[in-house]
């Protein structure tokens, strides 16, 4: 199974600063990987695909980075409603696989 | 507008069957652009991937729980349906159905969620 490690599992960011968080995979997915933001009560809704494609309606400060086994998503100036939990998840193969999440926290 | 609706009994008794279900509406499941997924989420912890099925009735499922889930698709009722069997509170979770994309013959992300539904497992 292709594990997804998260990091770090808590960042504190103030309004309005750039938050910046990781994702590995233990093996080359190439692009197969997906953000999603899930907020308190809510299902995770899909950020980024393919990487680096920001999903329908997401905003432009949103964005992803990254291949093989390294990935980044960076929110550029941070508002407060993208103060949530961040995961990944690869679809390179089965079984599909989510990281463990980063909590993105007012500071 | 699509919409997925998980529908399940809220709470189900140790050693038992846990059987949930998700309605499509607003677009066809019969179709070969989408699979159709489970997640479940335990209270206050990250995501797992369960089960994905086509609607062809091709079916995928996480190894660490094959031996007791079944994934199955309605095209007729534009549902998907998901059993678990011999539950204990581990399987306490939210659990959400969602609808994910087919490019190229190959699944992909999960582009869309239901709301999720509570299942406690509980005596």
């Known amino acids: 199974d292709t594990v997804m490690t998260q990091s770090p599992a808590t960042l504190s960011v103030s309004p309005g600063e750039r938050a910046t968080f990781s994702c590995r995979a233990s093996?080359?997915?190439?692009?197969?990987i997906a953000w999603y933001q899930q907020k308190p009560g809510q299902a995770p809704r899909l950020l980024i695909y393919?990487?680096?494609s920001r999903a329908t309606g997401v905003p432009a400060r949103f964005s992803g980075s990254g291949s093989g086994t390294e990935f980044t998503l960076t929110i550029s100036s941070l508002q407060s409603e993208d103060f949530a939990v961040y995961y990944c998840?690869?679809?390179?193969?089965?079984?599909?696989?989510f990281g463990g999440g980063t909590k993105v926290e007012i500071k | 507008q699509l919409q997925l609706q998980e529908s399940g009994p809220g709470l189900v008794k140790p050693s038992e069957t846990l059987s949930l279900t998700c309605t499509v509406s607003?677009?066809?499941?019969?179709?070969?652009?989408?699979?159709w997924g489970w997640i479940r989420q335990p209270p206050g912890r990250g995501l797992e991937w369960i089960a994905t099925?086509?609607?062809?009735?091709?079916?995928y499922y996480n190894p660490s729980l094959e031996s007791r889930v079944t994934i199955s698709i309605d095209t007729s009722k534009n549902q998907f349906s998901l059993r678990v069997t011999s539950v204990t509170a581990a399987d306490t979770a939210i659990y959400y159905c969602?609808?994910?994309?087919?490019?190229?013959?190959?699944?992909?992300?999960?582009?869309?969620w239901g709301q999720g539904a509570l299942i406690t497992v509980s005596s």
């Open positions: 998840q690869h679809y390179y193969d089965w079984p599909l696989t």
């Open positions: 093996q080359n997915i190439r692009s197969k």
């Open positions: 393919g990487a680096s």
């Open positions: 607003g677009d066809s499941i019969n179709s070969p652009f989408y699979y």
């Open positions: 099925v086509f609607y062809t009735g091709n079916t």
């Open positions: 969602a609808r994910q994309m087919n490019h190229g013959g190959s699944v992909d992300y999960f582009d869309f």
